[in-house]
């Protein structure tokens, strides 16, 4: 007898409308949401591609400072708490994605009595498995402070003064205070999403520590929460422009289904997308990290379709930061990525150029001068070096050319030397 599938039953509160009731202060509970399904015109929780979803619902009997966990859960999770009667009519309290630890998700946010909120606890990108939650609260004995903007994920350029802004509400007089990798100052009565800093061109252009982070700009947005920065941010890579990103891959992990890169076990990686505006060799290195690196870049979208262009793990001149070339295509978008040896979590320096072929005419003779004519593109910078034995060169001229075509670098003729040689290259 042949053998048969069977269709898996949708977890009893895989609506909204039939969202488990949670009656206690405090809990812990176990739930699967295997065959959960999404909902028409349900939102996109914490504005991640989210599926597989099953709903609770609690009333407030009092203000309460709540916390609310999904750590131990065996399933990348997604964390959303909304008030509101319908999918129609939600709007965002809290949300989250991997602050439980492990790719699981924790939330706190501030109840007010008498309020109802439905929780939505779903899959990154449909994944599933078993949720373990744990419900706590603490009384309030005013209305909490309220965060109505959360601090911004920002890159910005080395020297530049860095500034993170959160505003929040209360009916009392307000302290803030700030943490950084997550080390808190005692007596914080509301915290607020973290944020990001790196060291790069634009302030839209940072890091993502999964691969499938993606803005789909769909769904409701809690209030204040800037949007999630996506797979869309891409960025432009001009020939023999130097580019570097300096970040931190704390409190990063590594997604179900990661590959390994150069031989490692993914563990605390951090990607980029790169995308060259002209064909070259394009060189990467991860000179001057604090950690132990490896570095791979990759071609397609979605885990299971990634190819390898080009990995490292000892590569760098130090034999424990890495660097790589491979030749690259105009207009291709580059998946990089950069992990920490056996999870190792610092300061990443991502340093990238690349490097364009160029024309170098035989050089000529007048007036006492040698002049070399170089057909150069626009606004890389182009170093001629000299010499008279083929082992020791020197740099005589370092020239560039903004609108790009010819550029003609001149030398005296040096009495009493017979042979002088030359050549011309693009140093990254």
Excluded: C
């Excluded at 797979?231 to 300096?246: H, M, R, T, Y």
């Amino acid at each position: 007898m042949a053998p048969q599938a069977q269709a898996q039953t949708a977890p009893p509160n895989d609506n909204l409308s039939d969202a488990f009731y949670l009656h206690a202060s405090s809990l812990t509970a176990t739930q699967s949401n295997t065959a959960g399904t999404k909902q028409t015109g349900e939102p996109d929780h914490n504005d991640s591609p989210a599926d597989a979803s099953v709903w609770y619902q609690w009333t407030a009997p009092e203000n309460l400072r709540v916390t609310l966990t999904l750590e131990n859960s065996k399933f990348d999770t997604l964390l959303a708490v909304y008030t509101g009667a319908s999918i129609a009519s939600l709007t965002p309290v809290a949300s989250d994605d991997d602050s439980g630890g492990d790719l699981t998700s924790a939330v706190t946010f501030n109840a007010l009595s008498g309020s109802d909120y439905h929780i939505a606890v779903a899959g990154y990108d449909g994944d599933a498995g078993e949720i373990a939650m744990k419900w706590t609260t603490v009384p309030a004995t005013a209305e909490p402070p309220k965060i109505v903007q959360q601090p911004e994920s920002r890159a910005f350029v080395a020297g530049q003064t860095a500034a993170f802004n959160v505003v929040a509400t209360s009916a009392s007089k307000l302290t803030y205070q700030w943490t950084r990798n997550r080390v808190a100052l005692a007596g914080a009565t509301v915290i607020s999403e973290p944020a990001t800093l790196e060291i790069g061109a634009s302030p839209n252009l940072i890091s993502r520590n999964k691969f499938r982070d993606a803005d789909t700009g769909s769904g409701p947005v809690a209030q204040g929460r800037a949007p999630t920065r996506g797979k869309d941010a891409i960025i432009p890579v001009s020939s023999g422009a130097l580019g570097v990103q300096v970040f931190s891959n704390f409190d990063s992990g590594a997604e179900r289904g990661e590959p390994m890169h150069a031989g490692q076990a993914a563990g605390s990686s951090r990607w980029f997308t790169l995308k060259p505006e002209e064909d070259g060799q394009m060189v990467l290195d991860t000179i001057g990290s604090s950690i132990d690196t490896v570095l791979a870049v990759y071609e397609g979208s979605g885990l299971a379709n990634l190819r390898l262009v080009k990995s490292d793990d000892n590569g760098a001149p130090d034999g424990i930061r890495s660097r790589l070339s491979f030749t690259a295509t105009t207009g291709t978008e580059y998946q990089v990525v950069v992990d920490g040896v056996a999870g190792q979590q610092g300061t990443i320096n991502l340093n990238w150029v690349l490097l364009v072929p160029f024309t170098l005419e035989k050089p000529t003779v007048a007036n006492g001068e040698i002049r070399i004519t170089i057909q150069a593109k626009p606004n890389v910078v182009y170093t001629t070096q000299v010499t008279s034995d083929l082992i020791n060169w020197t740099t005589f001229s370092t020239d560039q050319s903004t609108a790009g075509g010819e550029l003609v670098v001149k030398d005296a003729i040096p009495a009493g030397q017979a042979t002088r040689l030359y050549r011309v290259v693009i140093l990254p």
